[in-house]
C-alpha cells in the first residue's frame, strides 16, 4: 500500500497531508505516557511486517497488520503508522516523502476500520471479530489506494483494479493472522486487548 513518488495528483498528496496533520494531532493527543511503549512496539511491528515484500504484477504485496495495530492502539496508530512509513521511505525508498502524507492517511484509515469493528465486536464474536478487522482494514486500505490512483489519474484505473483483486488473498491472510494474534494477546497479556 505504499504509493510511489510521481503517481499522485497534487490535490489528493494535499489531502493526504491535511488527513495526516489532522490525524497526528488527534493521535498524539489520545497517547498518554503510559501507552508510548505499546505504540512504539507496534509501530516496529508494522515497520517489519511491511519489508517482505511479494512482487505481483505492476506491484506487490506485503503483511500490514493494519487490523490488528488499529485494535490494540486506536487513534494513536496515526503517528505508530507516520513513524513506520517515514523510516521505511527514508531507508529503504518505499513508497516517497512527497506520498508520506497519503499513504499515512491510507494505512491509517485502514487502521481505523479495524479499531472500529474491534469496540464494536468486543466481546462478542471474538474470532469473527478479530477476522473482520483485519480483513476490512486490508479491503479498505486497497479501496482507498483505488480511489486516490483514480483520482490522480483516469488511466490508472486498470492497475488499481489489479492492485485492489491482488489484496483481496492478503486481507484474507490478515485476518487469520489477527484472530491468532489477538488470541495469543488475551492470553499473555490481556491488558493489550482488552
Not at 489528493?12 to 497517547?31: E, N, P, S, Y
Request: glycine fraction near 10%.
Amino acid at each position: 500500500m505504499h504509493i510511489s513518488e510521481g503517481v499522485l495528483s497534487m490535490p489528493v498528496i494535499a489531502a493526504g497531508w491535511a488527513f495526516t496533520a489532522g490525524g497526528l494531532a488527534v493521535g498524539l493527543k489520545k497517547t498518554p505516557a503510559d501507552k508510548l511503549p505499546r505504540t512504539a512496539l507496534v509501530s516496529s511491528v508494522l515497520f517489519l511486517a511491511a519489508l517482505v515484500h511479494v512482487p505481483l504484477g505492476p506491484s506487490s504485496i506485503h503483511l500490514t497488520l493494519l487490523g490488528l495495530a488499529g485494535a490494540l492502539l486506536g487513534w494513536s496508530v496515526v503517528p505508530a503508522l507516520f513513524l513506520a512509513l517515514l523510516l521505511q521511505g527514508l531507508l529503504f525508498q518505499f513508497g516517497g516523502l512527497l506520498s508520506l502524507g497519503v499513504n499515512t492517511a491510507i494505512m491509517s484509515l485502514a487502521a481505523l476500520s479495524g479499531f472500529c469493528l474491534s469496540k464494536i465486536l468486543r466481546g462478542k464474536l471474538k474470532i469473527p471479530g478479530g477476522f473482520l478487522a483485519g480483513f476490512m482494514a486490508i479491503i479498505t486500505g486497497s479501496a482507498l489506494v483505488v480511489l486516490c490512483l483514480f483520482l490522480s489519474d483516469h488511466n490508472l484505473a486498470a492497475t488499481a483494479a489489479m492492485i485492489f483483486a491482488a489484496n483481496v488473498p492478503l486481507a484474507v491472510v490478515e485476518g487469520i493472522i489477527t484472530v491468532f494474534m489477538t488470541a495469543l494477546l488475551a492470553r499473555i497479556s490481556p491488558e493489550y486487548v482488552y
